[in-house]
């Protein structure tokens, strides 16, 4: 087998294939779902509703700082399963890569999401793998699904949040988005910035020993953390008032956006959540955050409202209001 | 100091917008001509902050609004010749007369976003075989980056890179909107970063000539204030001039350096606005040394130019209208779907509204 580049024989289903399940995933996700490499894994039913997710990744640069494709694709289903009260167990892994793609940087990715799947405690249970032509994919393209079982008596929803409600942010923002940033070409920051891609699975375990009556859980992604604030302010039909300065953005990450003319709360992130919680519960829910390694920058930063239902109003910096919307259109590095 | 924090400090802000309301006695329009500007303006809730009776108007200071169709549909038609077209990420959405860089993209043709005039000269030594156009958009404060762009390609000898040249001049464009006298406006916010290259100079014709107060200001919230205040007081004490607000970056006679590589490559020349048409001076032409640089010498059929017939951007620019006078703002025209430019640049008023504005 050609140890250096994958061709399109290796996605064909025949000897190749074998051998790559064989020499790549195998050694890397051996438990007894994926073992028997039968059609289908098969798993053992239990009480409860089961949360089912999927997310395709096709992040470039590849690698980047703080993380890779392969982390970022474990991450996100495993917090996207989190994010609704499900303890994430089974991921499937789909790989799409381009004829020609290097052999060490796929076996590099493939350790990557054993590691990642590892520290986040979910096996890779079901795979896939296809080769596509030169120029059908760019590099190589990620899908994850995932399940997990949604702990009894939590109900978390964009639909739940109530007026009085906290809102809390579990650390800095826009640091994903700018590391991605300052991996592709024409743009080296003196400061590096590293993503924040993490799992917060375990995280979101202790918020909700704590705090079982949590309203909701969201991971400002793509979009950012204002897009995430007005999806649950239009979903649950309520008003929000945020306060700028309660918002955590490291100073590398702000003076990069400054430069650019991007807004932080527009950036995505892959490591950080917000949640609404109950008044009386933010004080005791902010404590559990800022002790756990993913919520130790972690803030109360506004409150729910019932003025301006679907509106999120932006208490700023130098004492003013103004409308924070979600994203439109797109952020690209200013002109002049 | 890091330049943040420090001009975004609430203490200062109230007694600015303090400062403010006890000088501004009477009704007041003052135009922010920058698109930066406008966006800071919004981002900050500065609005609410100031006096009733004082109104700000947003100017033709977006260059990607300003950019006209011609040149638009000239840089499609060359990628419809298998042209590679280099240019910035904001005016692949804007609409062409009949179609936009972004369709064109999707329909194969080779049209790739730069973030610098210098990232094209890399994209044209990296297809040797291709021809390259790299689309020149902007104010004084880019120029001398295309200028040095240009320069680079000749000094390297590289041959297939050609620019398309749509840059614009600031001060003739206040000239035509204050000749023009379709409204009253009573100062200036003038625009921080071109004035870092061009320095207060060009602007002197306002108050001489026309008796109007204008501050170079800066575009943090307190560098907005502030120069709002020195506006004020001007108008107030009328004693109209040209005063640096931003002055940990504009000097007086602006950046010579900069100023000599524009001049090395150009020399001033009419140019059109889009919505607004033609303002002498008010652009550049390529000095016949570098003149087998200028991509609009190439010989392709362009369409003829068309406006969507409802499209208030020519107005809003020129601050006759705002964007709520406009039957298509937010019915028609969003950001998802922008029938003008001034929708699709992240600095353009209609956009900036769209974003920001109370409903």
């Known amino acids: 087998m050609s140890k250096d580049k994958i061709l399109l024989a290796h996605g064909s289903g025949g000897k190749l294939t074998h051998d790559l399940i064989k020499e790549i995933f195998l050694p890397r996700f051996s438990n007894p779902f994926l073992k028997p490499l039968d059609d289908s894994a098969r798993i053992a039913n239990r009480p409860g509703q089961i949360a089912f997710t999927t997310d395709s990744h096709v992040v470039t640069p590849l690698f980047f700082p703080g993380g890779d494709i392969g982390k970022l694709a474990v991450c996100g289903t495993v917090n996207d399963l989190s994010m609704v009260g499900a303890a ?8 799409i890569v381009e004829e020609g793609f290097s052999f060490e940087l796929l076996e590099k990715i493939v350790s990557s999401i054993h590691e990642t799947a590892r520290q986040a405690s979910v096996q890779i249970v079901t795979g896939d793998t296809k080769v596509v032509e030169h120029g059908a994919a760019h590099q190589l393209f990620i899908n994850t699904s995932g399940i997990g079982w949604i702990r009894e008596g ?26 991605v940033l300052s991996g592709r070409e024409g743009f080296q920051f003196r400061e590096e910035v590293e993503s924040d891609c993490a799992p917060l699975n375990d995280l979101v375990g202790e918020m909700l020993d704590f705090c079982s009556s949590l309203r909701c859980l969201r991971d400002p992604t793509r979009g950012g953390l204002a897009t995430t604030l007005n999806e649950i302010a239009s979903a649950s039909q309520v008003g929000m008032v945020i306060e700028e300065e309660a918002i955590p953005v490291r100073e590398a990450v702000r003076g990069i956006c400054e430069l650019l003319g991007f807004d932080p709360l527009y950036l995505a992130n892959e490591g950080k959540l917000v949640a609404i919680c109950p008044p009386d519960r933010a004080e005791g829910l902010l404590e559990v955050m800022k002790k756990h390694p993913a919520g130790r920058a972690g803030e109360i930063i506004g409150k729910v409202t019932q003025e301006r239902p679907g509106r999120v109003m932006l208490h700023t910096s130098i004492g003013s209001h103004r409308i924070l919307d979600m994203l439109t259109g797109g952020q690209f590095p200013r002109i002049c | 100091m890091k330049f943040i924090d420090e001009f975004r400090d609430r203490e200062i802000a109230r007694a600015l917008a303090l400062r403010i309301r006890e000088t501004s006695t009477r009704p007041v329009q003052l135009m922010e001509v920058c698109g930066t500007h406008t966006v800071s303006i919004f981002r900050h809730g500065i609005r609410g902050m100031l006096p009733e009776q004082m109104k700000l108007l947003s100017g033709p200071g977006c260059p990607v609004c300003v950019t006209p169709n011609h040149d638009i549909d000239l840089a499609i038609a060359l990628s419809r010749q298998g042209l590679i077209i280099a240019t910035f990420g904001d005016m692949m959405r804007v609409p062409g007369s009949t179609s936009s860089f972004q369709k064109e993209k999707a329909e194969g043709r080779d049209i790739r976003i730069v973030s610098s005039a210098l990232e094209a000269l890399k994209i044209a030594t990296e297809n040797p075989a291709k021809q390259v156009v790299f689309l020149a958009i902007g104010f004084e404060t880019t120029s001398p980056t295309v200028a040095v762009a240009i320069l680079k390609t000749r000094a390297e000898r590289i041959g297939n890179l050609f620019f398309l040249n749509s840059q614009k001049r600031v001060p003739p464009a206040i000239r035509a909107l204050l000749e023009s006298r ?18 207060e100079g060009p602007y002197q014709f306002i108050s001489q000539e026309f008796g109007l107060p204008a501050v170079i200001t800066g575009f943090e919230p307190l560098d907005i204030l502030q120069g709002i205040w020195m506006l004020a007081k001007q108008i107030e004490e009328n004693r109209p001039s040209i005063e640096i607000q931003y002055r940990r970056a504009v000097r007086p006679e602006g950046n010579p350096l900069a100023m000599s590589r524009i001049y090395e490559v150009f020399e001033n020349g ?4 889009r919505g607004i048409g033609g303002i002498p001076d008010s652009g550049y032409l ?15 059929q362009v369409e003829p ?50 974003k920001f504005h109370q409903p």
């Open chain 1, 154 to 179: 939590v109900n978390l929803s964009g639909l739940n949040a109530r007026p009085g409600d906290s809102i809390l942010l579990s650390g800095f923002i826009g640091d994903h988005e700018i590391a």
């Open chain 2, 286 to 300: 390529f000095r016949k040394p570098f003149g087998e640089m200028d991509a609009g010498n190439f010989h392709v």
């Open chain 1, 88 to 95: 994430p167990s089974y991921l499937s892994l789909s790989l």
């Open chain 2, 182 to 199: 379709q409204l009253k406006i009573d100062g200036f916010i003038l625009p921080g970063h071109v004035s870092v290259i061009i320095g």
């Open chain 2, 305 to 354: 130019t068309a406006e969507h017939p409802g499209c208030l951007c020519g107005e809003v620019l020129q601050g006759i209208k705002t964007p709520l006078d406009c039957r298509l703002f937010q019915t028609v025209c969003h950001p998802e779907n922008p029938i003008g430019p001034c929708m699709v640049s992240l600095e353009g008023t209609c956009f900036t509204y769209y």
């Open chain 2, 270 to 273: 009419g140019a059109l606005w």
